[in-house]
């Protein structure tokens, strides 16, 4: 049985990225692969994961007899190159609490080792400094298979000079629970929320949130979902925010099938995390979106539903959408389902390619030499102006230091000179006192 190796932000309780690991893997095997994946836990990942072997993420030595052993490599999916969070090249294989760069050592390893590697279900950016964008250019071109899930991740990296790059979907959109929905007499309104580097446009959220759920009608139940541990922190903000006016439920779940199904459960979701809004889009439920990140904007349009996120500049935006949504529900639902389809569409195109390129039968067993030699040619070729640039740069630095080295060995020699001249100087002195001495004992 050929193997897969993947690699992403797996086991550090993220239901986002939970939901992408447990769609991905049973998409390989259905290809017919036995699944390896790194996780920041193990154990965390085996109780919540089924028929996934896991390997703990900074565990490098281990990782790296895997990678000996499978025939392909696979990062994803998710926003994992951005500019949110630290870049420090020098930490690429060392255990850091978290940056970007850490996320490049399991496919670069796999190219050490002539290994196919696929970037799946991506989302790219935003890319600010100019070391993230040659770092992110730098780890696709490891790639030899790359989707992203939304047309924004696939115009950045177009831009970075990828053209063979697949426009898919989310692939926690795949996979419904199928438990049915239960009865409710309340509308049962789910909020997502979290904190974020900006504090401010939390504070904004909670604002408009407290304000909306002061004025819902006492049919509205309130349930605030976590979709990762830091999210309780934001929990407590909005209830103390609303005191004793009115009450918000914290959601719980044990696994990822009661977590969606909660959610499925719903009649409304307002949602800053992405995944509360890819979800409610799985499932038809009416939503707000509280855009935090460009990562949610470019999501929605592509799913023809910009019109729902929130615009937090607004007081009112918010509670508009709130009322929109209450009003036309049966319209709103018949749209999602439409944006659905139009998205599992491009999903389902996916694993054709994937089933083409990726399946076990479309995998060299063991390439021959003369593939790993002209792999090796252009994968230099294509890195040759990012060398030159390297070598002028290093050149450059190398005249530099002997242009300084020459001008302090000019330094030091004018600096002996004078030593020299206030030594001889000196001794002339002396002899002088020496004359005068000799000159007053004879007067004397």
Known sequence: MKSVLLSGYYGFGNLGDELILKNI????????????????????????HRDIFFLYRYDNQNITEIIKEVDLVALGGGGLFQD?????????????????????????????????VAFLFQGVGPLFSDDSIHYTRFAYSLSDYISVRDRDSKQILERLGFSNVFFSSDPSLLYPVEE??????SIRIGISLRTWIHESFLQRAIGSLTSLIEKAGEECEFIFIPFFKDDIAAFGQLTESLGKRREVKLGSYQTLDEAESL?????????????????????????????????????????GLESFNADMSSENSMMKLYDYC????????????DARRISLERLQEEIERMKRDLSPKALKANPTEE??????????????????????????SINQIQHGHAEREHLSNQLNQTIAEREHLSNQLNQTIVEREHLSNQLN
């Open 25 to 48: 893997a049973a998409l390989f095997r259905e290809l017919g692969y036995r699944v390896y994946a790194t996780s920041n836990s193990p154990s965390y990942s085996e109780a919540l």
């Open 84 to 116: 949110h969070y630290p870049l420090s090249p020098s930490q690429l294989y060392v255990m850091p609490k978290y940056i970007v760069d850490t996320f490049l050592s399991v496919p670069l390893t796999a190219k050490i080792y002539k290994k196919r």
């Open 180 to 185: 049915s929905k239960g009865q409710s007499s």
């Open 326 to 337: 209450l009003s036309h529900r049966e319209e709103l639902v018949n749209h999602l389902t």
């Open 263 to 303: 959610i499925k459960s719903l009649d409304m979701m307002i949602g800053m995390r992405l995944h509360s809004v890819i979800l409610a889009i799985k499932y038809s439920i009416p939503f707000i979106s509280i855009p935090y990140s460009s990562k949610v904007y470019s999501f929605t349009k592509d799913c």
């Open 371 to 396: 593939f790993q030699e002209s792999y090796l040619r252009t994968y230099i070729l294509e890195q040759r102006e990012e060398i030159a640039r390297m070598k002028r740069l290093y050149e450059e």
